[in-house]
């Protein structure tokens, strides 16, 4: 099914190779029926869904692969956007970002102006519904006199809906109705995406956000919904509130190519992309670089590209660690829960990370000398101030824009991809980690095993515990499970869609174990190798190996895929140690 044989070119020549190996099956469809069986005997379940073409999930693209190869940076051009930049001959003064504030007090006033566009069902039906008039009245009243003020998002948010309750000379831009929305519209605009948008923002101005983290910020918004139907929803109202941003603020543009949801074939929507171990080592050089910025900005910036990296946390995760959220000191642990400054996406989001079987020594003693920097400069342990903030207001985290600034500028230095962003830390923590529950211990390479995987899992840390400890077992459906948790999804799927993307390596070496090889006859091995059958015999026998092994046939399958080659139209794969 992964393979794609639904052509009848195809089919006859996988028939006819299936026929080398002595086997001849009614058709093809009943191979098929008795091999996804015995996939499972030998290969997770999840990876032989995957297989079977029923769980989706999104491989890594070509220069990902080369610059994993090679070691060296692949230039890749940034994202751009076709869409023209809207022009208005003056754009509105935006709110005033980085002030301080309360993620309680936000979350009152957004249920205040959801109020007012949608308030509580009288007892009296003859009671009029609120007007679009008095409504815009009441929540423009509200920006103007609020205390405390708002954020810069619910500030965005808060202009959006006075936009959508009034008529519009520019609907055609904006992409909306000429007619000034009913109150009850504008509140199923906002609810979808209001709130976690502005817990995501944690107070940065996302119109002079970068165009790359404000699409990592979307993309966060969107996943917190658990349903296909709510993704999509979500995805659309950002599309319509960005627009907005863009005609009234003159907010960067955004791909939302990227952004779509789990609607049918969003696989091709997903931004797969992955930061190797090679390449992380040589993004903490650049970050470490005496030349460039303070000492403490550059040991922030270093300890939060660590933390996404080696424990998956999401932007406003990061920057919102407090000293009382990293306990224990023979086994540490980070636990990831909201706060008065920032919640988590969902109830999923909350988490325990287990720091020591994640992290290699090294970063971890990093993190154990900044822990006890903050705990000097403190004069104690307050487990209410922030982990990463200013020196001399410990109970304010810092901007966004100075820590993932410099987090993202190395990361597109090391591996010449400018669409690179933090957030690709986090898939590669996914993956990565995904990746290695299903090898063995030993990180050595091998001939089975195949040399691609070398640069994925030979540079792997040697962390003190290793990560099958997480799970209690090697193989099985609780892997993806685990990783979702520690990753804090509210489902495996999301996951396995988004993050996963190393799905069909990891299938091609379960099914390249020995145990994993059928017992072929003398007459298959004979007619796939071309080696006599007395040959084989003595190869069997000095060896003292079971007939039918990998080391025997897989050598010499180059003659029988280059017999195939034109009509299976294959391609040369990017490492030549797999094409002999």
């Not at 009913?182 to 940065?204: D, H, M, Q």
Request: proline letters at 8%.
């Amino acid at each position: 099914g992964a393979l794609g044989m639904e052509e009848r070119p195809r089919e006859d020549c996988l028939w006819s190779f299936v026929r080398l190996l002595d086997v001849d099956p009614v058709a093809l469809r009943d191979t098929r029926a008795w091999a996804e069986p015995r996939a499972r005997l030998v290969a997770p379940s999840f990876l032989v869904e995957y297989a079977a073409c029923r769980t989706p999930s999104v491989s890594l693209p070509a220069s990902t692969w080369a610059r994993i190869r090679l070691g060296e940076p692949v230039p890749v051009s940034g994202k751009t956007n076709d869409e023209a930049p809207p022009v208005r001959p003056r754009v509105q003064k935006g709110p005033v970002a980085g002030g301080r504030f309360n993620a309680a007090s936000q979350r009152d006033l957004l249920e205040e102006v959801m109020r007012i566009l949608r308030p509580k069902e009288p007892s009296d039906k003859t009671t009029p519904k609120p007007r679009s008039n008095r409504c815009r009245a009441d929540i423009e009243a509200l920006g103007k006199s609020s205390s405390p003020p708002l954020s810069p998002a619910l500030y965005y948010l808060v202009c959006w809906a006075v936009d959508l309750l009034q008529v519009s000379e520019n609907y055609k831009d904006l992409h909306r109705k000429p007619a000034a929305l009913r109150p009850i519209s504008v509140y199923r605009y906002l609810r979808p995406i209001a709130e976690a948008l502005i817990e995501n923002a944690a107070g940065e101005d996302i119109c002079r956000m970068p165009a790359l983290d404000l699409e990592e910020l979307y993309r966060d918004t969107v996943e917190e919904k658990t349903s296909v139907g709510e993704r999509i929803y979500a995805a659309d109202r950002l599309d319509a509130f960005h627009r907005f941003l863009r005609w009234t603020f003159a907010a960067p543009p955004v791909d939302f190519s990227e952004i779509a949801g789990n609607r049918p074939g969003s696989e091709h929507n997903v931004d797969a992309n992955l930061v190797s171990y090679r390449d992380f080592r040589n993004l903490l050089s650049v970050l470490d670089d005496r030349s460039t910025g303070e000492e403490r900005s550059r040991e922030i910036s270093a300890l939060i590209a660590i933390l996404g990296f080696r424990c998956g946390l999401r932007r406003s995760e990061a920057l919102h660690i407090r000293l009382g959220d990293v306990l224990g000191q023979a086994d540490p642990a980070l636990i990831v829960r909201s706060s008065s400054y920032a919640t988590t996406k969902s109830a999923a989001s909350n988490r325990i990370i287990p720091l020591g079987s994640l992290m290699p020594d090294s970063d971890l003693e990093r993190l154990r000398l900044w822990v006890q920097r903050r705990v000097g400069e403190d004069k104690g342990r307050d487990p209410k101030h922030f982990l990463f903030c200013p020196p001399t207001r410990p109970e304010v985290p810092l901007s966004a824009g100075v820590v993932f600034n410099p987090i993202t500028r190395a990361l597109h230095q090391v591996t010449g991809d400018k669409t690179l962003s933090f957030h690709h830390l986090r898939h590669s923590f996914v993956t990565l980690l995904l990746f290695r529950l299903l090898q063995p211990n030993d990180p050595s390479p091998s001939p089975a095993r195949g040399a691609q995987s070398w640069h994925l899992i030979a540079d792997a840390p040697l962390t003190r515990a290793d990560p099958a400890a997480l799970l209690g077992q090697k193989t099985g459906r609780r892997i993806p499970y685990a990783v979702s948790t520690l990753a804090g999804h509210a489902e495996p799927a999301i996951t396995m869609l988004s993050y996963m993307h190393l799905n069909d390596l990891a299938l091609a070496m379960a099914l390249s174990t020995p145990a994993a090889q059928p017992h072929l006859s003398h007459k298959a091995i004979e007619t796939l190798t071309r080696i006599v059958r007395k040959r084989i015999g003595n190869l069997q026998q000095d060896s003292g190996r079971r007939k039918g092994q990998p080391w025997l046939i897989a050598p010499r399958l180059g003659r029988v895929r280059n017999r195939y080659r034109n009509k299976l139209n294959l391609v040369e794969p990017l490492d030549p140690m797999t094409a002999k």
